[in-house]
Protein backbone atom coordinates (compact mmCIF):
# COMPACT_ATOMS: atom_id res chain seq x y z
CA UNK A 1 0.00 0.00 0.00
CA UNK A 2 1.19 3.57 -0.68
CA UNK A 3 2.79 4.89 2.84
CA UNK A 4 0.47 8.17 1.95
CA UNK A 5 -2.59 6.18 1.73
CA UNK A 6 -1.45 3.77 4.72
CA UNK A 7 -1.41 7.31 6.76
CA UNK A 8 -4.51 8.53 5.59
CA UNK A 9 -6.50 5.48 6.49
CA UNK A 10 -4.96 4.97 9.71
CA UNK A 11 -6.23 8.86 10.38
CA UNK A 12 -9.18 8.18 9.58
CA UNK A 13 -9.58 4.63 11.11
CA UNK A 14 -8.26 6.80 14.34
CA UNK A 15 -10.50 9.44 13.73
CA UNK A 16 -13.42 7.17 13.04
CA UNK A 17 -13.13 5.35 16.54
CA UNK A 18 -12.67 7.99 18.68
CA UNK A 19 -16.34 8.23 18.88
CA UNK A 20 -16.53 4.34 19.89
CA UNK A 21 -14.38 4.95 23.37
CA UNK A 22 -15.95 4.92 26.78
CA UNK A 23 -13.67 7.97 27.86
CA UNK A 24 -15.04 9.58 25.11
CA UNK A 25 -18.62 9.25 25.62
CA UNK A 26 -18.09 9.76 29.26
CA UNK A 27 -16.78 12.97 28.48
CA UNK A 28 -20.14 13.74 27.01
CA UNK A 29 -22.70 12.63 28.98
CA UNK A 30 -22.31 14.16 32.23
CA UNK A 31 -24.14 12.99 35.23
CA UNK A 32 -25.34 16.50 36.01
CA UNK A 33 -26.72 16.85 32.67
CA UNK A 34 -28.98 13.50 33.54
CA UNK A 35 -29.77 14.45 36.86
CA UNK A 36 -30.93 17.53 35.50
CA UNK A 37 -33.15 16.22 32.72
CA UNK A 38 -34.38 13.43 34.44
CA UNK A 39 -35.54 16.49 37.33
CA UNK A 40 -37.22 18.83 34.83
CA UNK A 41 -39.80 15.25 33.60
CA UNK A 42 -40.60 14.18 36.62
CA UNK A 43 -41.17 17.73 38.39
CA UNK A 44 -44.84 18.39 40.29
CA UNK A 45 -45.27 20.77 37.18
CA UNK A 46 -45.49 18.26 34.64
CA UNK A 47 -48.15 16.97 36.95
CA UNK A 48 -47.75 13.42 36.24
CA UNK A 49 -47.49 13.49 32.56
CA UNK A 50 -51.16 12.47 31.82
CA UNK A 51 -52.44 14.24 28.91
CA UNK A 52 -56.58 14.80 30.42
CA UNK A 53 -54.44 17.07 32.54
CA UNK A 54 -52.12 19.00 29.40
CA UNK A 55 -49.14 17.29 31.90
CA UNK A 56 -48.20 14.94 29.19
CA UNK A 57 -48.10 18.10 26.59
CA UNK A 58 -45.75 20.04 28.87
CA UNK A 59 -43.27 17.37 28.72
CA UNK A 60 -43.69 16.95 25.10
CA UNK A 61 -42.80 20.92 25.16
CA UNK A 62 -39.74 20.16 26.75
CA UNK A 63 -38.10 16.95 24.94
CA UNK A 64 -39.09 19.54 21.77
CA UNK A 65 -36.92 22.28 22.59
CA UNK A 66 -33.85 19.64 23.64
CA UNK A 67 -34.13 17.97 20.52
CA UNK A 68 -33.74 21.60 18.53
CA UNK A 69 -30.76 22.39 20.62
CA UNK A 70 -29.36 19.17 20.24
CA UNK A 71 -29.62 19.60 16.70
CA UNK A 72 -32.11 16.47 16.08
CA UNK A 73 -33.99 17.06 13.23
CA UNK A 74 -38.33 16.19 13.43
CA UNK A 75 -39.15 13.22 11.39
CA UNK A 76 -42.66 14.43 11.73
CA UNK A 77 -43.96 17.75 11.21
CA UNK A 78 -43.08 19.50 14.51
CA UNK A 79 -41.73 16.18 16.21
CA UNK A 80 -45.05 15.14 16.16
CA UNK A 81 -46.64 11.68 15.29
CA UNK A 82 -50.67 12.61 15.86
CA UNK A 83 -52.74 10.27 16.95
CA UNK A 84 -56.32 10.36 18.91
CA UNK A 85 -56.64 8.60 22.34
CA UNK A 86 -59.88 8.85 24.20
CA UNK A 87 -61.15 11.39 21.64
CA UNK A 88 -58.30 13.86 22.52
CA UNK A 89 -55.13 14.84 20.24
CA UNK A 90 -51.65 13.27 21.55
CA UNK A 91 -48.83 12.86 19.86
CA UNK A 92 -44.96 10.74 20.26
CA UNK A 93 -42.31 13.18 19.67
CA UNK A 94 -39.87 11.48 16.95
CA UNK A 95 -36.31 12.90 15.82
CA UNK A 96 -33.90 11.63 13.80
CA UNK A 97 -29.85 12.39 13.64
CA UNK A 98 -28.96 13.85 10.83
CA UNK A 99 -30.60 13.32 7.36
CA UNK A 100 -33.10 10.98 7.27
CA UNK A 101 -32.95 9.21 4.11
CA UNK A 102 -35.44 7.06 2.44
CA UNK A 103 -33.31 4.22 1.09
CA UNK A 104 -31.02 3.67 4.32
CA UNK A 105 -31.12 0.98 6.78
CA UNK A 106 -33.17 2.45 10.45
CA UNK A 107 -32.44 1.82 14.38
CA UNK A 108 -34.85 3.23 16.41
CA UNK A 109 -34.04 4.39 19.91
CA UNK A 110 -37.21 4.66 22.34
CA UNK A 111 -39.07 5.06 25.76
CA UNK A 112 -42.42 6.11 26.45
CA UNK A 113 -42.62 9.94 27.89
CA UNK A 114 -46.21 9.88 29.66
CA UNK A 115 -47.14 8.67 32.88
CA UNK A 116 -50.90 8.15 35.16
CA UNK A 117 -50.92 11.39 36.43
CA UNK A 118 -52.64 12.64 39.47
CA UNK A 119 -54.70 11.07 42.60
CA UNK A 120 -56.59 13.53 43.73
CA UNK A 121 -57.49 11.71 47.17
CA UNK A 122 -53.82 12.23 48.61
CA UNK A 123 -52.26 14.67 50.26
CA UNK A 124 -49.10 14.12 47.63
CA UNK A 125 -51.16 13.48 43.97
CA UNK A 126 -48.73 13.70 41.97
CA UNK A 127 -47.13 10.41 40.19
CA UNK A 128 -44.17 11.89 39.14
CA UNK A 129 -42.81 8.71 37.41
CA UNK A 130 -39.42 9.39 38.13
CA UNK A 131 -38.25 5.78 37.33
CA UNK A 132 -41.48 4.64 35.00
CA UNK A 133 -40.02 6.52 32.74
CA UNK A 134 -38.40 9.47 33.18
CA UNK A 135 -35.39 7.26 33.20
CA UNK A 136 -35.92 5.56 30.03
CA UNK A 137 -36.63 8.84 28.29
CA UNK A 138 -33.29 10.54 29.66
CA UNK A 139 -31.70 7.44 28.35
CA UNK A 140 -32.79 8.11 24.99
CA UNK A 141 -32.15 12.43 25.11
CA UNK A 142 -28.73 11.68 26.61
CA UNK A 143 -28.44 9.11 23.92
CA UNK A 144 -29.41 10.99 20.72
CA UNK A 145 -27.34 14.08 21.99
CA UNK A 146 -24.31 12.12 21.37
CA UNK A 147 -24.92 10.61 18.40
CA UNK A 148 -26.08 13.71 16.79
CA UNK A 149 -22.40 15.01 17.12
CA UNK A 150 -21.21 12.47 14.24
CA UNK A 151 -22.14 11.17 11.13
CA UNK A 152 -23.62 7.91 10.91
CA UNK A 153 -24.83 5.31 8.21
CA UNK A 154 -27.95 4.20 9.58
CA UNK A 155 -31.06 6.53 10.20
CA UNK A 156 -31.41 6.96 13.80
CA UNK A 157 -35.03 7.53 14.79
CA UNK A 158 -35.23 9.22 18.68
CA UNK A 159 -38.76 8.32 19.37
CA UNK A 160 -40.56 9.32 22.86
CA UNK A 161 -43.97 7.55 23.37
CA UNK A 162 -47.14 8.92 24.52
CA UNK A 163 -49.95 6.87 26.27
CA UNK A 164 -48.22 3.78 26.72
CA UNK A 165 -50.24 3.65 30.31
CA UNK A 166 -53.02 3.58 28.69
CA UNK A 167 -52.37 0.01 26.41
CA UNK A 168 -49.00 0.87 23.86
CA UNK A 169 -50.73 3.16 21.82
CA UNK A 170 -48.34 5.73 21.14
CA UNK A 171 -45.77 2.83 19.81
CA UNK A 172 -48.76 1.32 18.05
CA UNK A 173 -49.57 4.24 15.89
CA UNK A 174 -46.23 5.33 14.86
CA UNK A 175 -45.28 1.20 14.53
CA UNK A 176 -47.93 0.99 12.17
CA UNK A 177 -47.24 4.55 10.52
CA UNK A 178 -43.45 3.44 9.85
CA UNK A 179 -44.89 0.04 8.53
CA UNK A 180 -47.01 2.10 6.11
CA UNK A 181 -44.30 4.24 4.77
CA UNK A 182 -42.03 1.10 4.01
CA UNK A 183 -39.13 2.64 6.06
CA UNK A 184 -36.32 -0.18 6.51
CA UNK A 185 -36.55 -0.53 10.18
CA UNK A 186 -33.81 -3.49 11.35
CA UNK A 187 -34.02 -3.12 15.26
CA UNK A 188 -35.83 -1.46 18.06
CA UNK A 189 -33.83 -1.19 21.08
CA UNK A 190 -36.35 0.63 23.98
CA UNK A 191 -35.62 2.09 27.62
CA UNK A 192 -38.10 1.18 30.24
CA UNK A 193 -37.24 2.01 34.33
CA UNK A 194 -33.53 2.19 34.56
CA UNK A 195 -33.22 4.65 37.41
CA UNK A 196 -32.64 1.60 40.40
CA UNK A 197 -29.61 -0.55 40.49
CA UNK A 198 -30.31 -3.96 40.02
CA UNK A 199 -29.72 -6.58 43.37
CA UNK A 200 -27.65 -8.36 41.40
CA UNK A 201 -25.29 -5.30 40.71
CA UNK A 202 -24.49 -2.20 39.17
CA UNK A 203 -24.30 -1.09 36.07
CA UNK A 204 -26.29 -4.24 34.40
CA UNK A 205 -29.56 -4.40 32.94
CA UNK A 206 -31.86 -7.14 31.79
CA UNK A 207 -33.57 -7.34 28.65
CA UNK A 208 -36.87 -8.39 27.30
CA UNK A 209 -37.49 -11.32 24.96
CA UNK A 210 -33.50 -12.30 25.97
CA UNK A 211 -33.81 -15.29 24.01
CA UNK A 212 -35.82 -14.20 21.07
CA UNK A 213 -32.63 -12.33 19.33
CA UNK A 214 -28.63 -12.11 19.77
CA UNK A 215 -29.18 -8.85 20.70
CA UNK A 216 -27.87 -9.52 24.42
CA UNK A 217 -25.03 -11.93 23.25
CA UNK A 218 -23.91 -8.71 20.85
CA UNK A 219 -24.22 -5.92 23.70
CA UNK A 220 -22.12 -8.07 26.11
CA UNK A 221 -19.63 -8.33 23.35
CA UNK A 222 -19.15 -4.19 23.55
CA UNK A 223 -19.79 -4.18 27.28
CA UNK A 224 -19.46 -7.67 29.08
CA UNK A 225 -21.62 -8.67 31.58
CA UNK A 226 -24.11 -5.53 31.70
CA UNK A 227 -27.45 -7.39 30.03
CA UNK A 228 -28.11 -10.12 32.03
CA UNK A 229 -31.40 -12.66 31.73
CA UNK A 230 -33.83 -12.40 34.27
CA UNK A 231 -36.75 -14.89 34.68
CA UNK A 232 -38.97 -12.92 35.78
CA UNK A 233 -39.24 -10.86 32.80
CA UNK A 234 -40.53 -14.53 31.05
CA UNK A 235 -42.76 -14.77 33.32
CA UNK A 236 -44.69 -11.57 33.54
CA UNK A 237 -44.21 -11.35 30.26
CA UNK A 238 -42.62 -8.26 29.78
CA UNK A 239 -41.97 -8.49 26.19
CA UNK A 240 -45.54 -8.08 24.91
CA UNK A 241 -45.62 -4.85 28.17
CA UNK A 242 -44.02 -2.03 26.62
CA UNK A 243 -43.75 -0.43 23.76
CA UNK A 244 -40.95 -2.00 22.09
CA UNK A 245 -43.78 -5.14 21.08
CA UNK A 246 -45.79 -3.05 18.78
CA UNK A 247 -42.75 -3.06 16.38
CA UNK A 248 -41.73 -6.35 16.56
CA UNK A 249 -45.46 -6.97 15.62
CA UNK A 250 -45.40 -4.93 13.00
CA UNK A 251 -41.85 -5.67 11.70
CA UNK A 252 -40.97 -9.43 12.62
CA UNK A 253 -37.67 -7.87 13.67
CA UNK A 254 -35.65 -7.12 16.97
CA UNK A 255 -37.65 -5.05 18.98
CA UNK A 256 -36.52 -5.67 23.05
CA UNK A 257 -36.47 -3.56 26.10
CA UNK A 258 -33.56 -2.86 28.67
CA UNK A 259 -34.81 -2.52 32.29
CA UNK A 260 -33.59 -2.63 35.92
CA UNK A 261 -36.76 -2.79 37.42
CA UNK A 262 -36.33 -6.36 39.28
CA UNK A 263 -39.67 -6.30 41.45
CA UNK A 264 -37.20 -6.23 44.48
CA UNK A 265 -34.87 -2.79 43.89
CA UNK A 266 -37.69 -0.49 43.89
CA UNK A 267 -41.15 -0.35 46.18
CA UNK A 268 -42.76 2.86 44.06
CA UNK A 269 -44.09 1.14 41.18
CA UNK A 270 -47.12 3.00 39.95
CA UNK A 271 -46.29 5.22 43.50
CA UNK A 272 -46.59 8.78 43.76
CA UNK A 273 -43.35 8.09 45.63
CA UNK A 274 -41.53 7.67 42.43
CA UNK A 275 -39.22 10.46 42.73
CA UNK A 276 -35.73 11.62 41.63
CA UNK A 277 -34.75 11.76 45.39
CA UNK A 278 -35.36 7.57 45.16
CA UNK A 279 -33.21 6.92 42.33
CA UNK A 280 -29.58 5.97 42.00
CA UNK A 281 -28.53 8.80 39.32
CA UNK A 282 -24.84 7.54 39.11
CA UNK A 283 -26.07 4.06 38.26
CA UNK A 284 -28.58 5.85 35.94
CA UNK A 285 -25.55 7.66 34.03
CA UNK A 286 -23.50 4.63 33.87
CA UNK A 287 -26.54 2.64 32.01
CA UNK A 288 -26.80 5.23 30.18
CA UNK A 289 -23.02 5.54 28.68
CA UNK A 290 -22.92 1.40 28.83
CA UNK A 291 -25.94 1.78 26.35
CA UNK A 292 -24.39 4.28 24.18
CA UNK A 293 -21.36 2.22 23.77
CA UNK A 294 -22.69 -0.02 22.73
CA UNK A 295 -25.17 1.32 20.05
CA UNK A 296 -22.45 3.24 18.55
CA UNK A 297 -20.30 0.41 18.26
CA UNK A 298 -23.05 -1.21 16.35
CA UNK A 299 -23.69 1.13 13.75
CA UNK A 300 -19.72 1.73 13.57
CA UNK A 301 -19.36 -1.90 12.64
CA UNK A 302 -22.81 -2.68 11.09
CA UNK A 303 -23.55 -4.92 14.06
CA UNK A 304 -26.36 -7.11 12.53
CA UNK A 305 -29.35 -8.17 14.84
CA UNK A 306 -31.23 -10.89 14.44
CA UNK A 307 -34.33 -13.25 15.73
CA UNK A 308 -33.95 -16.55 16.84
CA UNK A 309 -36.47 -18.52 15.34
CA UNK A 310 -37.16 -21.91 17.15
Known amino acids: MNIYLLILTLLFSSCFGDKNTLSEIKSRIKISDTKNIISILSSDSLKGRDNKNKGYFKAADYVISYFKKNNINPLYYGFKDVFYSDSIETYNIVGTVGEFLNKRKTILIGAHLDHIGINEGTVDSIYNGANDNASGCVSVLQIGSFLSQYKWDY ?49 KVYLTGYEMSNL ?12 TFFSKSKEFNLFQRSDNYPFYKEFN ?31 LNDIITSSTLFISNFLNKKTKINLITN
Do not use: C, W
Open 155 to 203: NIVLALFAEEEKGLRGSYNLAKRMKQERIDLEYVINFEMIGKEMQIGEN
Open 216 to 227: AQEINKVVPGFV
Open 253 to 283: IPSQTLSSFDFENYNYYHHVNDELDYLNIKN
